[in-house]
């Protein structure tokens, strides 16, 4: 029998190039990488667990805490679902309101996810740019909602503080700053050729098997699914007439592009609704009540769902969380990383596909 | 003191090599580790270097509740670290284990139970200027006179 698999490489769970702890086995035959495992379980905290038989007042927090990284989206999706197993209406100045600090929470997330694959691939330089961009988006973060990471803005019936003159405009000032920034950097990542050799047409994620494995999130994206995009069935995004933005090429410079789309995307949409935002209250009340529901939302990641059972006292009886990142872990190990042609490209196709080992794994 | 004591002790205030290791937190306090070497706060202008090699450190910085994956593993991390080594507590969870410490929950805070921790960084999160504070103050002080001690 022809031998075809060499040696076994593992990677991690302390490696230099992620910051969570996770393992990936990759069998090789000479430098080509034939099969990828990964092995998961250093982070499992139970979250799930704890939330159950809890009261909705701690378990927003908890959700909060699922992930640091994409903390208000979490903490969007629940209150959300909440609102809608109870009736809950919100008023339309808060409404807005959420969609600014979750673009803001996005952007900053995006920047996290490409300065992880700059410093991955060793171009430390773009990587330390991008990462004084994110400080200026946190600065905003910090300004409307009084916390630079676990914010927990929302609440059921709108959100805690409203958004004054001067901060909008501070907003915007500093926004119109992180976007002159941006467009050079992403200059810089375009017509980089170091970077495009470790980039272009490394770890495809054709659009067939983009579908095959659920791919979610930036990565189906830019495999050419942007209908796998969320927020298309948000209301309030409906209304500020958002429209994914997709590519076609599905390799690691792909992936990473569509990042920096949604960066300047998400900076039209708060633009958008800094214009629109109407007068009015931000804080409308109500009670939680009993129900049933599967709520979804767009993650930087991806596709977020929340399984909800609540009591009549808003009691949570029994909780599930998709995080979005299991999905693309799997897509990374089963179809980016096989074949590719270097081990060195392991680790940089696998931070392209931006992986949340703490949200996976809760 | 001899000279050269003198001498590693200033050293030793100049270069402070730091290691972390995400131990089950919920990233929060690893992306304001990694805020850290913005240029904004620079932690390298203060000769403080992050890598994740334990086995050339001087500071290991942990972060997040012990879970039951990491309880054997993390006495071999901390085992590989040459001496003169100091460990940092980032955030509440090692600390109490934050909002995870309730009925039902899988992890087993706090860190002091398996590695000796020099100090502790309180909040979820603590922002970049605390974790670079905690760093800058303990790190010389404990190295300082480390060879006249060990005499």
Known sequence: MKKTVDVSIPIGPVHPCWKEPIRIKCETA??????????????????????????????????????????VIHNMVFIEAMEAISGITVPPRAAYLRVIVNELDRIASHLIANFSYCYTIEHETLAMYLLNVREVVLDN????????????????????????????AALLADLATVEAEMRRYVKMFETGPLIGLRSRGIGILTQEAAIEAHAVGPTARASGIPECDQRLRHPTYRELGFAPVSRTEGDNFARVMVRFDEVFQSIGLIRACIDRLPDGPVRGGGDCGPGEIVYRGEAPRGELAYCIRSDEYGRILDISIRTPSIMNIEACSHYMVRDVTSLADVTSTFISADPCIACTER | MSILQEIK???????????????GSCNGCDIEVLACLAPRYDIEQ??????????????????????????????????KIPEPKAAIAVGNCPISGC??????????????KYIPIAAQVPGCPPRPTEILNAILSLAPTLFKDYEEKQR
């Open chain 1, 30 to 71: 000479g430098e080509r990488v034939r099969r990828a495992e990964v092995e998961l379980g250093y982070m499992k905290k139970g979250i799930e667990r704890i939330m159950r038989g809890r009261p909705w007042q701690e378990v927003m927090f908890l959700a909060e805490r699922v992930c640091g990284i994409c903390s």
């Open chain 1, 141 to 168: 973060l910090e300004r409307i909602t009084g916390s630079r990471i676990n914010t927990a803005y929302m609440i059921p019936g709108g959100v805690r503080f409203d958004l004054s003159e001067e901060d909008a």
């Open chain 2, 9 to 23: 002790n200033r050293v030793r205030s100049k270069s402070i090599h730091v290691t972390f290791v995400d131990v």
């Open chain 2, 46 to 79: 203060y000769g403080i270097y992050v890598h994740n090699n334990p086995r050339e450190a001087d500071v290991l910085l942990v972060m997040g509740a012990i879970t039951p994956q990491w309880t054997d593993k993390l006495r071999d991390l901390w085992d």
């Open chain 2, 99 to 112: 909002v995870f410490a309730r009925r039902h929950m899988y992890i087993e805070p706090p860190v002091e």
